[in-house]
Structure formats: C-alpha cells, structure tokens
C-alpha cells in the first residue's frame, strides 16, 4: 500500500496561520513560519499524519500572486527556518505537501518585466502567456479576470522546464508532494509533460490537483495526476445536510464510487477558499459532515480549524478570504477552550478511520433512504470488512457508526454544540 492511502492532512494557510501581513505595501520579513513548531505536537494528537501546506513562497500578497517560487516569503522567514520545520515533520513522522502555484505568477514577477521589456524575442518572454499586439502595448493575458495575476504560457517547452525545476528544488530538500493550484486552468497535457520527469527522481511523491468541476477520471488519466480535490463531494455533504435532502447526498456518494474505481480522491469539508463548515451548518452540522467525511472512500483533508469549531464566512471582495484564514496563537494552550468538545470528537472520528485503514479505497452502498434518513454500508474494496453507518437529521444523535457485528462504534454526541458566537 503507497503511503498516500494512510494519509490524513491537515491543511495549513501559512500566510494566515502565522499573522503574516496580508495586504501591507512593505510588510515586514520575521520568521513567522516557526510558529507552526510550536503546533506539530497538536497536529500529530488529532491524528494528522502530515501538513498539506497553501503557499509559502515569496509572494506579492496572499501567495497565489507569486514572485520567486525558489524562495520562501520573507514574511514567513527563510531557507533555515523552512528547513527546521521540514526536520521537525519528519522527526515525528509527519508528511509535507507544498502548493504550486503554477498556473499564474503576479503581474509584478521580475521575469514577466524583463520580458515585457525586453521583447516576444527574450529568453524571459516564452514563459509568459502574453498579448504582443494588444492595443496599447503588450498586455499579459490575466488569470480568470484578476489583474495582478499573469498566466505563464503552457505550451511553451520553457514553463516545462521551469516548473519541473521549482518541484524538484524542494523535493529534493524533503517534501513529499504537491498540490497543483488552479490545475483546472492548465491543459492536462503540460502535467503529462512535467510530472514524468519529477517522478523520474521522486518515484514515491504524491500530486493532487486542484478541480472544482468536470470530469476528474478523464483529468487524472490525461495529466498523470495522482488525485483531485472532490469539491462534488464537499457540495452534496453540506447542501444535503443544510437543505436537509440526503437525496443528494446518495447521488453524490453513487459518482464517488465512480471515481474511487479510477483514483483516490482528496476528501474535505473546508478549506481555505470556502465558508467554514460551522459557518454552513452550526457545530452540530460540522460534526455530522465531518463523521461522513471519515467513513467514506477518499484521502481526507481537516481545514485547520475546523478542529476547533472555527467560524468563518467567505465574501466576494478584497480582503473577502480573511475570516476563514486567521492568525492563530502561538501554542494550542492558547486557544479558547470552547473548541475543546469539537476537538475531541475529530479524535475520536479520525482516530475511528485510522482503525479501519481500508476506509481509503471503500465504496458505499444505500441501504435506507428517505430525505431526513439515510443508512449506508461502506465496504472494503478487498475482504469482508464493513462498517453501517445511519443518518438521522431528526435525531439529537444524528449519526451512528456500526461494525460488522452491529455493535456502535462511535455515536454523535446530542448536543456539541459549544455555544460560541458566530463570527
């Protein structure tokens, strides 16, 4: 079995986490990035077995507008300070993953104005997707409308060989994959190009491309991706509890079996680009969605915080993503205790799947189906082993979790909700 199949992230904004200024004309460089030593610890006690990591890259604000994909952001430190978090992952067994942003740099990208400047005949300006006749001058070509945000040129054999560099930089200093920003908005056939040559001296690194919509199987097959963000599943978790429809819920699990036939896909219900699942759903909905998450096929990620109850509404404006990425504390001692009960039921549940490791790869089967009820059996691709697992959106219980011999594994606490006020 790859290491993969045992996986369970904790995904990490670092940006957020560690109080980088966001939105500062100069912001100041500190070695912010340290402060997630101090929660390596908290992260392996959930039952996290590594940290899918947003970006960490020098950057003009938020990460996704990068600068120099070879540095680490001066507001979150440098070289020694990424490396003693990399040496301290791995002391305690604890996995890596880095998001590549190779879909688009920042408008601002110092390769980008030497070739705009330079001219289409400089070595910079084959890298960028850029307009030469537009009117007015040469214009880059944006990423989905957003101005800052200057798409590389994908069909250039220039961007292979750039890309393929960045991943190998850091995969030789010790990650273990990546997650491919925006992979939706690159031709599958530029990851066919690069992900070949990476898995040529990384045989064993693992990439998840970022898909929202379409046809994940034919993406996987076509880029060589090993997995994609099932945003399908994350829909039909929170829409069917909310708009209390276990309809599509069912449907939604019948085209996951689809996709576990053909890949293991990357399961969440949050991230940092969504409300948070509290926000959606109360503390007592989040715990329901989350109980879902770890009893069906998938490689699982917990969006940090959502561990602890975190609120959180995402907005269509500047500055909309700040309250689902916040400034944690220093140490976990410093969180508010009202995050304690919802914390201990995400150990109680992933400790649940980590018990059962032929969850990974499971498929599901309905055996009750009404709109407030659903019962469904999740079964081992290979053997006998099952687990039943029953909804009930009209019970304080809401969810039970079976073993094969009917016994109760884990029942949903009546009343988690620990009372703290929305954001």
Same mark, same amino acid.
Request: hydrophobic share 40%; glycine share 8%.
């Given at each position: 079995?790859?290491?993969?199949?045992?996986?369970?992230?904790?995904?990490?904004?670092?940006?957020?986490?560690?109080?980088?200024?966001?939105?500062?004309?100069?912001?100041?460089?500190?070695?912010?990035?340290?402060?997630?030593?101090?929660?390596?610890?908290?992260?392996?006690?959930?039952?996290? /077995?590594?940290?899918?990591?947003?970006?960490?890259?020098?950057?003009?604000?938020?990460?996704?507008?990068?600068?120099?994909?070879?540095?680490?952001?001066?507001?979150?430190?440098?070289?020694?300070?990424?490396?003693?978090?990399?040496?301290?992952?791995?002391?305690?067994?604890?996995?890596?993953?880095?998001?590549?942003?190779?879909?688009?740099?920042?408008?601002?990208?110092?390769?980008?104005?030497?070739?705009?400047?330079?001219?289409?005949? /400089?070595?910079?300006?084959?890298?960028?997707?850029?307009?030469?006749?537009?009117?007015?001058? +040469?214009?880059?070509?944006?990423?989905?409308?957003?101005?800052?945000?200057?798409?590389?040129?994908?069909?250039?054999?220039?961007? %292979?060989?750039?890309?393929?560099?960045?991943?190998?930089?850091?995969?030789?200093?010790?990650?273990?994959?990546?997650?491919?920003?925006?992979?939706? /908005?690159?031709?599958?056939?530029?990851?066919?190009?690069?992900?070949?040559?990476?898995?040529?001296?990384?045989?064993?690194?693992?990439? &998840?491309?970022?898909?929202?919509?379409?046809?994940?199987?034919?993406?996987?097959?076509?880029?060589?991706?090993?997995?994609?963000?099932?945003?399908?599943?994350?829909?039909?978790?929170?829409?069917? &509890?909310?708009?209390?429809?276990?309809?599509?819920?069912?449907?939604?699990?019948?085209?996951?079996?689809?996709?576990?036939?053909?890949?293991?896909?990357?399961?969440?219900?949050?991230?940092?680009? %969504?409300?948070?699942?509290? /926000?959606? &759903?109360?503390?007592?909905?989040?715990?329901?969605?989350?109980?879902?998450?770890?009893?069906?096929?998938?490689? +699982?990620?917990?969006?940090?915080?959502?561990?602890?109850?975190?609120?959180?509404?995402?907005?269509?404006?500047?500055?909309?993503?700040?309250?689902?990425? +916040?400034?944690?504390?220093?140490?976990?001692?410093?969180?508010?205790?009202?995050?304690?009960?919802?914390?201990?039921?995400?150990?109680?549940?992933?400790?649940?799947?980590?018990?059962?490791?032929?969850?990974?790869?499971?498929?599901?089967?309905?055996?009750?189906?009404?709109?407030?009820?659903?019962?469904?059996?999740?079964?081992?691709?290979?053997?006998?082993?099952?687990?039943?697992?029953?909804?009930?959106?009209?019970?304080?219980?809401?969810?039970?979790?079976?073993?094969?011999?009917?016994?109760?594994?884990?029942?949903?606490?009546?009343?988690?909700?620990?009372?703290? +006020?929305?954001?």
């Amino acid at each position: 079995m790859n290491w993969t199949e045992h996986a369970i992230w904790w995904h990490v904004y670092p940006l957020g986490f560690c109080g980088a200024p966001i939105r500062e004309p100069h912001p100041s460089s500190a070695p912010r990035l340290r402060r997630l030593l101090n929660w390596l610890d908290y992260a392996v006690e959930l039952g996290a /077995s590594g940290l899918l990591l947003g970006p960490i890259f020098a950057s003009r604000t938020h990460g996704y507008d990068s600068l120099d994909q070879f540095r680490i952001d001066p507001r979150l430190g440098g070289d020694k300070d990424f490396d003693e978090l990399l040496a301290a992952c791995q002391a305690r067994g604890l996995r890596i993953v880095l998001d590549g942003v190779f879909s688009h740099v920042s408008a601002d990208h110092p390769e980008l104005l030497r070739a705009l400047h330079e001219g289409p005949d /400089s070595h910079a300006a084959a890298l960028f997707d850029i307009d030469w006749h537009a009117d007015g001058g +040469p214009a880059p070509r944006v990423f989905e409308g957003h101005e800052g945000l200057a798409r590389l040129n994908h069909a250039a054999p220039q961007t %292979v060989d750039y890309v393929t560099e960045v991943m190998l930089h850091w995969l030789d200093r010790g990650i273990d994959g990546w997650r491919l920003d925006a992979a939706y /908005s690159v031709d599958p056939a530029f990851w066919a190009r690069v992900l070949p040559r990476v898995r040529a001296r990384h045989p064993d690194a693992w990439f &998840l491309g970022e898909i929202i919509h379409g046809d994940y199987p034919a993406f996987v097959a076509a880029s060589g991706a090993d997995s994609v963000t099932q945003y399908e599943l994350w829909k039909a978790i929170w829409s069917s &509890l909310g708009d209390r429809n276990l309809f599509e819920l069912e449907w939604a699990l019948g085209r996951h079996n689809g996709f576990l036939e053909h890949f293991i896909p990357n399961t969440f219900i949050g991230n940092h680009d %969504v409300t948070r699942i509290a /926000s959606r &759903l109360g503390a007592h909905g989040a715990i329901t969605a989350l109980a879902i998450l770890m009893t069906v096929g998938g490689i +699982p990620s917990i969006y940090a915080g959502d561990e602890q109850g975190f609120t959180g509404v995402k907005e269509d404006r500047l500055g909309g993503d700040d309250a689902i990425r +916040p400034a944690f504390p220093q140490t976990p001692d410093q969180l508010a205790p009202w995050g304690e009960e919802i914390h201990r039921v995400h150990q109680d549940l992933i400790g649940l799947r980590r018990r059962h490791p032929w969850l990974t790869t499971a498929s599901t089967e309905t055996l009750h189906l009404t709109n407030t009820v659903f019962a469904y059996r999740v079964s081992a691709r290979h053997g006998h082993d099952h687990l039943d697992v029953d909804i009930d959106l009209d019970s304080p219980r809401t969810v039970t979790i079976r073993d094969a011999s009917g016994d109760a594994l884990w029942i949903q606490p009546a009343t988690p909700d620990p009372g703290h +006020p929305e954001n």
